[in-house]
């Protein structure tokens, strides 16, 4: 059976394209991501603002178009935090139902981070050892604390890059002071976060595709070669390349990262504060290793597929 399954994130909408076999497996025939950049302008407003809202279907359609050349029998859709927050949020899933015909599911924090949980121990040899797994999205970012077998803890933060970067960074490069200010709002606003590892200790953290894959390549360009992340679905990092890696970004400016090596044009601006939240988890939770997950969501919706039986909702 093929499917696709689109995950329509604050900052890109992606596509994925799969043909799930009978034995419980599956191969990838497509995978892409569109920036859409739904919460540009508006997401601390809870609106999506006219621009992107048109963006969003233009990139749905485009979509759309990609799924039916491959001729995917059932489309799976979810939304998160830029919709399921935004007061216009069913009018988009209206037309864009009406438009392309997809049926977009709004799902909960919750939810998002069990997907988030199922792609990332696909991709990541996990034992009983307890990681917090990091997913930072555009409107939201989910931190679960998991071993191999289970969640002991998760929780949906509104703490996404599009959102902290209207708030934190306006200046080109960003300042000491807006550090500062982003750092110290983090910390009040992760106290549930701080509260649970001291129940559930962690030393690792385990990033979850976006922004870990622009660390982990750009990492790669700098320090080794592009080569050690090819065909991979995980990869340890070295924290001294990611503490370099860390000021590279803070110093720059936006047309600097713009030709850093392994940085896509569509993180460029959120890269920073994507940056800053990672080593405030790292410096304050004392972390010891940390590792990227390539798959996040949308494998995770395979994987759940694939095991309904398994999958607790």
């Known amino acids: 059976m093929r499917i696709a399954i689109i995950d329509l994130g604050t900052n890109t909408f992606n596509l994925l394209i799969a043909e799930l076999a009978g034995d419980g497996t599956y191969k990838t025939l497509y995978k892409n991501k569109i920036a859409s950049k739904l919460g540009e302008g508006g997401i601390n407003l809870g609106i999506i603002l006219p621009v992107p809202f048109q963006r969003g279907l233009h990139a749905l359609k485009a979509h759309k178009e990609v799924i039916e050349e491959y001729k995917a029998e059932k489309i799976y ?4 935090s830029a919709i399921r927050s935004a007061v216009n949020g069913d009018e988009f899933i209206l037309i864009a139902g009406r438009e392309t015909g997809i049926r977009i599911d709004v799902i909960t ?8 949980y199922y792609g990332v121990r696909s991709a990541v040899t996990m034992d009983e050892k307890l990681s917090l797994i990091m997913d930072i999205g555009g409107g939201s970012t989910e931190l679960i604390i998991a071993n191999k077998d289970k969640i002991f803890w998760k929780h949906s933060f509104q703490l996404g890059a599009a959102r902290l970067l209207e708030r934190f960074h306006e200046s080109d490069p960003i300042t000491e002071w807006e550090v500062n200010a982003l750092s110290t709002y983090l910390i009040k606003e992760l106290a549930p976060l701080f509260a649970a590892v001291k129940q559930f200790p962690v030393q690792e953290l385990i990033g979850s595709s976006g922004s870990f894959d622009s660390l982990a390549e750009m990492i790669a360009h700098r320090y080794h070669s592009i080569d050690i992340l ?71 919706v395979l994987w759940e597929l694939l095991h309904p039986t398994l999958a607790s909702h």
């Not at 859709?77 to 998160?80: G, I, K, P, R, S």
């Not at 924090?109 to 988030?116: F, K, P, Q, S, T």
């Open 77 to 80: 859709a979810f939304a998160t």
């Open 109 to 116: 924090g919750d939810r998002e981070a069990d997907l988030i």
């Open 230 to 300: 090819h065909g991979k679905t995980e990869y340890t990092f070295n924290l001294e390349d990611s503490e370099a890696i860390y000021h590279e970004i803070l110093k720059s400016t936006r047309t600097e990262r713009l030709m850093m090596k392994g940085l896509i044009e569509m993180r460029v601006d959120m890269i920073v504060v994507s940056a800053i939240f990672v080593r405030l988890l790292i410096t304050h939770l004392q972390i010891s290793q940390m590792r990227l997950s390539t798959y996040s969501l949308k494998e995770g």
